[in-house]
């Protein structure tokens, strides 16, 4: 029972996270603002990440929380670029 | 052994020259050079005993015995004769050179290069394999070429060295081509087994494709019609250069050459026409250019080529008897020549000048050094009692002898008496000219002097050498001639006599007519000579050198150019699209060629979220696509969203490794960009949008071919995919990852164990892309527009300055006041994890690469966090360091093994047992990997800090432009 329950609730989950990475591409395709561009990468990695949780947690195997920790750890680096690309106009000054 | 060691001496004692003796003593190189040549020397004369009377001495290593290349070095009688000749006019030139070399001049260059010749020259003369001949031959015209060219800074010299590079350098080309034809007919390289099948050659229909290449190769180095002009123009090398090179053993190779496959190439109607009409013109012309040359080494340069072309045209006869005479004659001719070239070396450096008009009368100053160049001029015109006069009447005997009935045959004697003469002329003038007649007046150095003795010795034991050879031939050079004739002709060794007086016949009749007609030319000509200008008349502004530079003009000039704008570009986008439909035809043709038909599309077993997520990435890249050209900024944006998409399919695919390294990559490539972006130019606004037909068809057309790649690519993969996994060489990597490679992450454990040679190969390149990247942004100057700060920061800067309680740069140290603190605290976070990533590696996802990446990214956050200047402040990155200490790693690694007796690159693993961790893998692998690791932090790191300075740097150069922008 329980199993079932868990399997309803992954394709759930893993449609809900589908569903929201798809509305972040549309954000970062129309825009407008170029913040809204940025802010939607970040969402699209976030979720990335926890659509990757969940590939773990159906298939059982540790090994895919790898890609999940490195996203989690890294991904923020590429938007921390942008927005200060953003605010200064240069990534390093 | 010792042939080896013969060959090898001097290009050991050419890299001392130059590595060791970085001093200015001009006197150290000199005694090593001596200390080198005259080891060589005796090392030659004590094989002796076993080169006598036809025996050899004989060394092979094996190198690719697959394809007959061997290095086999041999001596035999005539060899040694040679190397003799070669080490011993060496050792004098060396001692000569001592005192002839200036003070200003960059002695051990000199040195290193004469003794690098040195050894190439043995290195033909001992050569038993032809192509391993061929090799040393090149060496000596590049050698040549670095000796002509020594005083770099004088046009003629570098023309001259050019000039002899060229004509030499196609003459070696031609020589190795010839070369392989005469191994293809033989069927051996080895020169024994070529010598031995002469009927084989002779009768093979390849034979005139193989004589011609050859003798196109000997014939240029010997200087002979029509390739002889550039040797008068390598006369602007140094004087013992050409004492050395020019007179004595490098053209001589080409003669040597002659004789050394006489007995395979010799004795055919084509060899007596093609050899005989070079070598007689050669005789006669260089003969008559000589008379009228006006520089000293000019009139000798030309003399050579005549006696080169009188050993050629001896060659030609196919007789027995006259191989004799060449060889005879080549020994004599370098002691003559050398010692007559080191005689107009001390004139021009006591007098300053080799202008024969303006030196007279020197014998009153020169009196020893005149004494010794009179002998050595009477040598060259052939008077009895001196070496010249023997081998010039052999010469003349065969001369009169009938050998192949013709014209050319016919007209020999004649030809040789009025060459003969010629060189009676030619040395009459420069002895009479240079030693007697008035005091000179117009000196450069007027009041020459004697040189130092030892500058005179190598002369006075040269002289003394035509002297004995002159009167008692058979006791001097006869044994030694002897054993070179015998490995040389083998049973076909004729009976001969070097006795001087023959009785009154006809050779000394012809003698005595060139010796008196050629002293009548000298006296009727005497006074035309003394003032006309260089060169003989008629010819003289008519010469192979002024076709030689046309021809090379019109090549290497016109054609050339022609070539580039017609068929070269320096647009970006035709080279693209020739690139993309090159590589578009490349794969259609080919699979269309093996029968490839693309199959049906199906549907089935979709995951649905797995093609949502495809869908995704999809709209993403189409959309990067679409903004690329105006909207940078969305494209990137959009570009991120493409890669992240990509990693996720390698985590749904079961390849956890590669989406690993896939990420970190893309934050990084990100980055990379992103710092790129700043120094493009801004979007033109006034550029005119209306687009014009041909700009319409030419984006319609890129956009086909866009298209058509991309749906190529398509179906390719598509079709590899669907094709059920062939039993390659993946499962051998599988089962062999843990018993022989120690890993269970079989990806790493081929990166750096099964192909470790390949990954080191990668880095190398990494380092080297790195490296250029650094080098091109040094110089980088961005789009006048993008020079200036960005608007954001002029903005944010003129709030702080309109502020007097805020000091400049407030503003975004308080935008950045928290990110920053979590961004310094994740420094350790982030390091602690590369090296999670590297030591797990071998087992599981992970690896160098990855942690090398993660740990550039760490960082790369400090400078985020604080910019150049705070994070250079507190963090001492050298990427070099790493970079270096990576490359010696991975290299140190790999030959570890050789120390315990493996492969370079044999790995071994075990597991430690470590405090608080467990076990830990450690394969020698993992020292390979750190290599790998250190390597990408320090390329990565010090491309990202290079285009990061530029704002530092630009910042300068805008401070600097400043002041320039005011006084405008």
């Given amino acids: 029972m329980s199993h079932t329950i868990l399997s309803w609730a992954m394709v759930f989950a893993q449609i809900c996270l589908v569903l929201a990475m798809a509305l972040a591409a549309l954000r970062m395709a129309r825009g407008p603002r170029a913040q809204d561009r940025v802010l939607a990468l970040d969402t699209l990695y976030v979720n990335s990440m926890l659509l990757l949780m969940v590939f773990g947690i159906r298939t059982g195997k540790v090994i895919y929380f790898e890609a999940s920790l490195v996203i989690g750890m890294l991904g923020f680096v590429a938007t921390v670029a942008l927005a200060k690309f953003l605010m200064r106009g240069e990534v390093i000054e | 052994m010792i042939l080896v060691l013969l060959v090898c001496l001097p290009f050991v004692g050419s890299l001392a020259a130059v590595v060791l003796l970085r001093t200015d003593s001009r006197v150290l190189a000199a005694r090593m050079a001596g200390a080198v040549t005259f080891v060589a020397l005796v090392l ?31 001596m035999d009688g005539f060899a040694w004769l040679f190397a003799m000749l070669v080490t011993g006019i060496g050792f004098l030139v060396v001692l000569y050179a001592r005192y002839y070399m200036s003070e200003e001049d960059p002695v051990p260059r000199f040195f290193s290069f004469l003794l690098a010749f040195m050894g190439s020259m043995l290195g033909i003369v001992l050569s038993g394999n032809i192509i391993l001949l061929s090799v040393f031959w090149e060496l000596t015209s590049i050698f040549s070429f670095l000796l002509i060219s020594y005083w770099h800074n004088n046009a003629a010299a570098r023309d001259g060295a050019r000039m002899a590079l060229t004509i030499t350098g196609i003459g070696g080309f031609c020589l190795l081509a010839g070369l392989l034809v005469l191994g293809h007919i033989v069927g051996s390289y080895d020169l024994d087994v070529v ?18 290449l050859i003798l196109i190769g000997a014939l240029t180095k010997s200087a002979q019609v029509p390739f002889h002009f550039w040797l008068p123009n390598a006369m602007a090398a140094p004087t013992p250069v050409s004492a050395y090179l020019h007179s004595a053993t490098m053209v001589k190779a080409g003669v040597f050459l002659l004789v050394r496959f006489w007995p395979a190439l010799s004795g055919t109607y084509e060899w007596f026409m093609l050899v005989g009409i070079a070598g007689i013109s050669t005789l006669i012309l260089g003969a008559y250019f000589a008379m009228f040359q006006q520089d000293l080494k000019g009139l000798l340069a030309y003399s050579t080529i005549s006696h080169l072309g009188l050993i050629t045209t001896l060659l030609s006869l196919g007789s027995p008897l006259a191989a004799v005479a060449a060889i005879f004659h080549m020994m004599n001719h370098a002691t003559f020549k050398a010692s007559l070239f080191m005689a107009a070396g001390i004139i021009d450096h006591e007098t300053g000048t080799r202008d024969m008009r303006r030196l007279s009368g020197l014998l009153k100053y020169l009196p020893i050094t005149g004494t010794l160049a009179m002998v050595a001029s009477a040598a060259m015109a052939g008077v009895p009692l001196l070496n010249g006069f023997i081998s010039k009447e052999m010469f003349f005997a065969e001369a009169v002898e009938t050998h192949a009935d013709s014209v050319l045959d016919r007209i020999l004697p004649y030809v040789a008496t009025l060459a003969g003469a010629f060189s009676v002329a030619y040395s009459l003038r420069f002895i009479h000219m240079v030693f007697f007649g008035p005091p000179p007046t117009d000196l450069p150095k007027p009041k020459p002097h004697e040189p130092p003795h030892w500058m005179r010795f190598p002369i006075e034991f040269l002289v003394l050498a035509c002297l004995v050879v002159g009167i008692i031939p058979s006791l001097s050079i006869g044994p030694f001639l002897h054993s070179a004739v015998i490995s040389v002709l083998g049973d076909r060794t004729p009976e001969y006599s070097l006795a001087i007086w023959h009785g009154i016949n006809t050779p000394l009749i012809m003698s005595l007519i060139a010796l008196v007609g050629g002293a009548a030319l ?22 192979g050198q002024r076709i030689f530079e046309r021809v090379l003009v019109t090549v290497s000039w016109k054609w050339a150019r022609w070539l580039e704008s017609n068929l070269g570009t320096r647009h970006l986008q035709p080279q693209l699209r020739l690139v993309a439909a090159a590589g578009f035809l490349a794969g259609a043709v080919s699979l269309y060629l093996a029968g490839f038909s693309p199959k049906p599309l199906a549907f089935k077993d979709v995951d649905p979220i797995f093609a949502a997520v495809w869908a995704i990435g999809a709209f993403c890249a189409l959309g990067a696509a679409y903004q690329a050209k105006y909207h940078r900024l969305a494209a990137l944006v959009l570009l991120g969203g493409a890669g992240i998409t990509t990693c996720i399919t390698f985590v749904w695919l079961s390849a956890p490794d590669l989406a690993i390294t896939q990420l970190v990559v893309e934050i990084v490539t990100t980055v990379l960009l992103l710092l790129g972006l700043r120094w493009l130019p801004k979007r033109s606004e006034k550029v005119d949008n209306s687009v014009s037909f041909s700009a319409r068809s030419r984006r319609f057309r890129d956009f086909l071919l866009a298209i058509s790649c991309g749906f190529g690519m398509f179906l390719f993969s598509y079709a590899i995919m669907t094709q059920p996994v062939p039993d390659a060489i993946a499962s051998y990597f599988l089962d ?31 380092a080297i892309v790195a490296l250029t990247v650094f080098a091109l942004l040094r110089r980088f100057r961005p789009a006048p527009d993008s020079i200036e700060k960005p608007e954001q920061q002029r903005i944010q800067n003129a709030f702080d300055a309109e502020r007097p309680e805020r000091s400049a740069g407030d503003t975004v140290r308080d935008y950045l006041l928290v990110p920053s603190v979590i961004m ?6 982030i390091a602690t994890f590369a090296v999670y990533l590297f030591l797990r590696g071998h087992d599981l996802p992970g690896g160098g690469f990855a942690a090398g990446i993660t740990m550039a990214i760490a960082f790369l956050l400090q400078y985020l966090a604080g910019g150049v200047r705070w994070a250079e402040d507190r963090l001492r990155i050298l990427p070099l360091r790493w970079m ?18 493996y492969p370079f690159l044999t790995t071994h693993s075990q597991y430690i047992e470590v405090p608080f961790i467990g076990k830990v893998p450690a394969a020698s692998a993992l020292l390979f990997d750190l290599g790998v690791f250190s390597l990408v932090v320090g390329a990565t790191v010090l491309i990202l800090i290079a285009l990061a300075h530029q704002s530092v740097r630009m910042h300068r150069v805008r401070g600097l432009d400043a002041p320039k922008a005011e006084e405008n």
């Fill in chain 2, 522 to 543: 000298y006296v009727v000509m005497k006074d035309y000579l003394a003032k006309c200008d260089n060169g003989p008349p008629l010819f003289r502004h008519l010469g």
């Fill in chain 2, 884 to 901: 270096g200490f990576g490359l010696i790693m991975a290299a140190a690694t790999g030959m570890g093994a050789w120390l315990l007796g």
């Fill in chain 2, 44 to 74: 030659t004369a004590v094989l002796y005993p076993s080169v006598r009377d036809g025996g050899k001495v004989r060394l092979d290593l094996e190198w690719l015995p697959q394809l007959g290349l061997n290095v086999t070095l041999r």
């Fill in chain 2, 824 to 829: 310094q605290w994740m420094f350790p976070v």
């Fill in chain 2, 195 to 212: 010598l031995a099948s002469g009927d084989l050659i002779k009768a093979h229909p390849l034979y005139l494709t193989a004589l011609v």
């Fill in chain 2, 736 to 766: 062999k990852a843990y018993s022989e490679g120690g890993g269970r992450n079989v990806v790493n454990v081929i990166l750096v164990d099964f192909r470790g040679f390949d990954t080191m190969g990668e880095i190398a390149v990494l």
